[in-house]
């Protein structure tokens, strides 16, 4: 079995166009969180959301100017996200060109525009056909496989390319897609990631219906997501795009690249004890986490940090909670970033690889906002409340998603 090396990252999240910017707002304890705007336009007012925003959506369009009106924007806040990891890893063409890429996207949904347009076309509006033909155009381009085929063409990437679907679990499904890939030695490169806007107004909608998105109001947008926190009462969805450079261990090295850390395990399971939860005792999700520490051979007390699922919803944090206090001493620390960026559903776990990644690298942990206490009746673990310097061989990254899709990734500084 080959050794996998992570030796190339790119984020984009909110305002922010790099990785390490990211890492520094969010180790200083700011937030993405706002009053989502496209729903203002709808006239609802009581919905907060992280999305990216506007002027860097017009910032990544300028600067990929093959991306044409028809492009879905995720398309080329995609494509930015890879190019950034390409040059970090420093990636020449003659790499790329047989290189795999595994990209984890679910629903790409039409904007408010097409909304209003496919609403008067089924009332039976008259429009004029210039206007019918360009936004039928454009929603031809609303497929999750065409980010993968147009990344593949700018990067003349001609290895396996695949798209994953799995609810919440997609970004880390398609890293560890990429990890098995060199591991086994079918690959020598994978650049593996997630890009979602999960801020979407339909998206929205379907998971306020499902009961999923937050149902208080705080004192401010920032408040409102709180993983593991008594008062957390759902998630705060967001917009991201994530991607990792893995390469062979020994063919990086001998190239002089630098290696930001090694992917030493990896588990993907489904379950099916309810559509949108887990059972309550979290058997399911420690099943999954075991799996990824046999697949790593590390005990569970070699985890120093674990970068939670952490969705601010009751049900999810409470099975995770328990699932981790059953296998974890309080010596080991816990965060979820999605108190500050959000949930991204399918790049949040390759958001969280990536910051895993960092706080390797950095060896610093970032906090959790909004945590004060858990629930009487759930455990008591050691949630990260401020961004601080810690020691950290192995960090466990766990992902959690609808349908019983799980995916639990492990990062080492060192391969075990």
Not at 8 to 19: K, M
Not at 113 to 122: E, H, I, Q, R
Not at 148 to 169: H, K, M, N, Q, T
Not at 233 to 261: I, M, P, T, Y
């Amino acid at each position: 079995m080959e050794t996998v090396a992570v030796t190339g990252i790119g984020l984009i999240t909110g305002d922010h166009l790099s990785a390490e910017g990211q890492f520094s707002a969010l180790f200083n304890g700011e937030s993405t969180i706002k009053k989502d705007v496209r729903l203002l336009d709808l006239g609802i007012d009581n919905i907060v959301s992280s999305p990216i925003s506007s002027s860097v959506i017009s910032k990544l369009k300028n600067k990929h100017i093959r991306c044409d009106d028809n492009n879905y924007e995720g398309t080329y806040v995609a494509f930015d996200a890879v190019v950034q990891a390409v040059h970090f890893a420093g990636l020449k063409k003659e790499m790329l060109k047989n290189a795999g890429l595994f990209l984890g996207v679910n629903k790409i949904f039409p904007d408010n525009k097409d909304l209003n347009f496919l609403w008067d076309y089924y009332k039976g509006v008259n429009i004029a056909d210039d206007d019918r033909s360009k936004v039928l155009q454009r929603l031809k381009h609303l497929k999750p496989d065409l980010i993968s085929e147009y990344i593949s063409s700018r990067l003349s990437i001609s290895g396996p390319s695949l798209v994953f679907g799995d609810a919440c679990a997609a970004g880390a499904a398609a890293i560890m897609s990429g990890f098995r890939r060199i591991q086994q030695g079918q690959l020598d490169v994978a650049i593996c990631g997630a890009s979602e806007f999960g801020t979407q107004p339909i998206m929205q909608l379907l998971f306020t219906k499902l009961g999923a998105t937050c149902s208080q109001t705080f004192p401010t947008p920032e408040q409102t997501s709180r993983p593991f926190d008594k008062d957390r009462s759902g998630c705060v969805l967001a917009d991201a795009a994530a991607f990792l450079v893995l390469e062979n261990a020994d063919l990086a090295k001998r190239q002089g690249k630098k290696v930001l850390a090694y992917i030493s395990g990896a588990s993907r399971q489904i379950e099916s004890y309810k559509l949108t939860a887990t059972n309550p005792d979290g058997s399911l999700y420690r099943e999954c986490i075991e799996k990824a520490l046999e697949d790593a051979q590390l005990s569970p007390d070699a985890i120093s940090h674990v970068n939670a699922h952490g969705t601010s919803t009751v049900s999810n944090d409470q099975a995770e909670s328990r699932a981790l206090a059953s296998l974890f001493s309080n010596s080991t620390t816990v965060t979820s970033t999605k108190s500050a960026l959000g949930h991204s559903l399918a790049a949040s776990g390759a958001i969280e690889a990536v910051l895993s990644v960092m706080s390797i690298e950095k060896q610093q942990v970032l906090p959790t906002l909004n945590f004060t206490e858990p629930k009487p009746e759930e455990p008591r673990l050691n949630i990260v409340k401020r961004g601080a310097s810690q020691a950290i061989n192995h960090v466990l990254s766990n992902s959690f998603g609808f349908g019983g899709e799980n995916c639990c990734l492990i990062f080492s500084k060192e391969y075990p």
